[in-house]
């Protein structure tokens, strides 16, 4: 249950940038999530709710966007969207690609309460 | 009665709106672990020392194989090592024995270490220049992946025990090892362990990727390994 360690980090990111920032809240906040990234989308959620209790978080609304996964082939260049790690290049029938998209894992937007 | 409301109560509540501030931070989640791992990896570099990440599932002879290639190997290197697991310091007592200097990190409930922990056990275990710091994480292929310990090479285990399939089910940690060790080959004879298609599925992953063929306690195959470290030694001190 790595994604737990996730959200702590999150909470921690938050609770300085509120801290900094003179808030009072976090209202909302955005995660970008690769369909790649190893992340677990329902672990995190599951993690999430034990994870940002008598945070800043606690009552945020919690939303997350999935970036699928984009990768150029090493051998022909060409663009196509893989759906695992060990997906060929559905041209050449090369592996070993490179992910241009869909490997992140990054708070995008966050939306705070100001006194 | 508040003339700006008119709410009836005494005047002690604010009018005043909370103002909303949206911040766009695209900031990665594990930043913080990131920029901890690149100082272990600066101080790895400033001393000249080799770090290397172990990583595999539970029981596929990661100490085992640590045991061996420090007996074997300690005239060659100078290792340290440190331990990850959930609980106890039995790995820890055994590479102890064998006389290399070792720190054990209880993770309790954690599944993987970070790259804080490894820094605060640097500064306990004070690996000197040139040392070769074996880094056993907890066993476990899907935890430990997306940390960066600010290793210089991620080494994974898998043992022909387990199912051949293993790099498919847990893509993330083969995607992102240097060298992949397939180890207890001395009992591929009473195994179901097709080691042809295991190799296809590591390099379908990972093309790249360094395979070895060992077994830890037959000592079939280490020379390879050990020829890997002296290797890999080589590079930081050139």
Avoid at chain 1, 23 to 51: N, P, R
Avoid at chain 2, 112 to 121: P, S
Avoid at chain 2, 199 to 222: C, F, K, W
């Amino acid at each position: 249950m790595h994604e737990l360690s996730l959200v702590v980090s999150i909470v921690e990111t938050c609770e300085n940038l509120v801290y900094k920032e003179g808030g009072k809240a976090i209202k909302e906040i955005t995660l970008i999530v690769g369909t790649l990234s190893g992340v677990e989308v329902d672990a995190l959620k599951f993690a999430w709710e034990m994870g940002v209790k008598n945070s800043v978080l606690e009552k945020a609304n919690f939303k997350i966007k999935m970036e699928k996964a984009e990768a150029k082939c090493d051998s022909c260049l060409q663009h196509y969207s893989p759906k695992t790690l060990y997906e060929p290049c559905p041209i050449c029938g090369h592996y070993g690609s490179n992910y241009l998209k869909g490997r992140e894992l990054k708070i995008h937007l966050i939306k705070m309460v100001r006194k | 009665m508040c003339t700006t409301c008119g709410c009836g109560e005494p005047h002690e509540h604010t009018h005043e709106k909370d103002q909303e501030l949206l911040i766009k931070l695209e900031r990665d989640v594990l930043h913080k672990n990131k920029l901890i791992a690149e100082r272990n990896r600066g101080f790895f570099e400033a001393r000249d020392i080799k770090a290397i990440n172990f990583l595999s599932s539970p029981g596929s002879g990661k100490t085992t194989l640590l045991e061996k290639t420090i007996a074997s190997q300690k005239n060659h290197f100078d290792f340290y090592v440190i331990e990850g697991d959930q609980q106890s310091s039995r790995d820890a007592d055994r590479i102890e024995k064998i006389g290399a200097k070792v720190l054990q990190i209880n993770t309790g409930k954690g599944c993987h270490l970070d790259a804080d922990m490894v820094h605060k056990a640097l500064h306990q275990l004070e690996p000197p220049n040139g040392a070769m710091l074996m880094i056993e994480n907890v066993g476990n292929l899907v935890c430990p992946a997306l940390f960066d310990l600010g290793e210089h090479k991620r080494v994974v285990i898998m043992s022909v025990t387990e199912g051949d399939d293993k790099p498919l089910k847990y893509p993330d940690i083969f995607f992102s090892a240097d060298l992949c060790i397939i180890n207890k080959i001395d009992l591929l004879p009473y195994v179901d362990f097709d080691i042809t298609a295991a190799e296809d599925y590591l390099h379908r992953l990972n093309p790249s990727m360094e395979i070895m063929q060992v077994s830890a306690t037959t000592g079939e195959g280490m020379e390879a390994w050990y020829h890997w470290l002296e290797k890999e030694s080589r590079l930081v001190l050139d």
